[in-house]
């Protein structure tokens, strides 16, 4: 939100990218020991190839700006993802950031803003399984809830059929089978061939749906694909012999082998789109897709949150000076810290090494309401 006369800011000829903004009146009293002004706004902005960085104090009337597509600067989380020609064409329409509330809560933390939150994130035994082993399609919270995670999802699943069809070619015709081992190889064969048969069929009820989705048509169908007979294959190495030691399990010998498969870039494109549509209107997402990954969001949250006039965590309690390069305790600490940033799966951004942003101010342009010359620093 930004005044409709005011310019897009840049540093060196180059768009900045935005990522916060802090409305000053909300502030609690105790915020930087009450220096600074409680009128207007804060907007945060940062390099999109560096942490170069500008605050602006906005005030009066203010309007929704679009700024530089985020997605092509390198803080993205899962750049490659990102960047890539299958992911990039299923986040082409999302031009900005996801926009989450913010909740101001006075205090210290009940825990700190420490290094590598992914890492503690995933020691945590709550931590919900984002991606799970063996995604089956009957299970509606993880389907699809747009044209473009359907589209995705098809593609996921025709590559299914063909590779199993590829890899057992490939023992088939390379490797040195005992008959029994041939014969389960040509069993899982023809299971795949009819399997992938039926697939095609039901695919031609799944492709309207792609430029006008509806959920409670096309979770049927998708359970259906997922009924069909999916065996598994384990290639365990070789005899001393130079027998192929495989495994084979047919699908329709036990319901553990139906339709599974781990999901591939459908589970993380699904994700990915599921930030904004929740973030935008979750009341617009099916009841069982919307339930699973609260859970999940609420869970980021508990982790990712920002802070304000605090000391990062940074050597146990120093903070940092970048005018001299020294660490020094905190009482002859010159800065304050006007707001640190985790990196967050929930947004999908990242700050060095799994670390925070941090942007700060000389307690003097602070009291003076003097925002330019902010400077940043990531906590590594």
């Known amino acids: 939100m930004l005044p409709e006369e005011l310019d897009w ?36 902005f940062i390099h999109p190839k560096n ?11 203010l309007t ?9 600067s390198d803080f993205v989380k899962d750049i490659e993802d990102s960047r890539s020609s299958r992911m990039s064409s299923f986040i082409d329409d999302q031009s900005q950031f996801p926009k989450w509330p913010v909740v101001l809560e006075s205090g ?22 984002s991606y799970p082993y063996g995604f089956g399609l009957t299970n509606r919270a993880l389907h699809p809830f747009d044209g473009a995670t359907l589209s995705i999802l098809i593609d996921e699943l025709t590559k299914s059929f063909s590779g199993r069809l590829a890899q057992i070619e490939k023992f088939l015709k390379e490797k040195q089978l005992a008959e029994n081992t041939k014969e389960a190889l040509e069993a899982i064969k023809a299971e795949t061939e009819n399997a992938e048969t039926e697939f095609k069929e039901v695919l031609t009820r799944l492709n309207p749906f792609l430029t006008n989705f ?30 192929a030691i495989v495994h ?28 904004y549509a929740y973030s935008s209107d979750p009341d617009s997402l099916p009841k069982k897709v919307r339930e699973r990954f609260e859970t999940e969001f609420e869970f980021q949250a508990a982790y990712e949150f920002g802070a304000m006039s605090h000391v990062p965590d940074r050597d146990f309690g120093l903070a940092y000076d970048p005018s001299s390069g020294d660490h020094i305790p905190l009482l002859d600490e010159p800065n304050e810290v006007l707001l640190e940033l985790p990196t ?23 009291r003076d309401g003097n925002f ?9």
Request: aromatic content about 10%; glycine content about 10%; some cysteine.
């Open 372 to 380: 330019n010359s902010v400077f940043t620093s990531v906590t590594n």
């Open 108 to 129: 210290l933390p009940s825990q700190p803003i420490r290094t590598s939150m992914s890492t503690r994130k995933g020691d945590d035994p709550d931590h919900p399984d």
């Open 51 to 61: 942490i170069k960085a500008r605050v602006l104090h906005v005030k009066g009337a």
């Open 9 to 44: 800011p840049s540093i060196d000829g180059e768009a900045l990218i935005f990522l916060a903004q802090i409305d000053l009146s909300k502030l609690p009293e105790s915020v930087w020991k009450g220096a600074g002004p409680r009128e207007g706004q804060l907007a945060f």
């Open 64 to 72: 929704e700006r679009a700024g530089p597509n985020p997605f092509h």
């Open 248 to 275: 084979v399990t047919l699908g329709e010998h036990s319901n553990q082998y139906k339709f599974k498969w781990k999901g591939g870039d459908y589970l993380k494109a699904h994700r990915k789109r599921l930030r």
């Open 344 to 366: 967050s799966d929930l947004v999908g951004w990242m700050f060095g090494d799994m670390y925070s942003l941090v942007y700060l101010i000389s307690r003097d342009n602070l």
């Open 214 to 243: 509806d959920c409670e048509k096309v979770s049927p169908i998708l359970e259906e694909i997922g009924e069909l007979p999916h065996g598994q294959i384990n290639y365990v190495g070789d005899d001393p012999f130079g027998f």
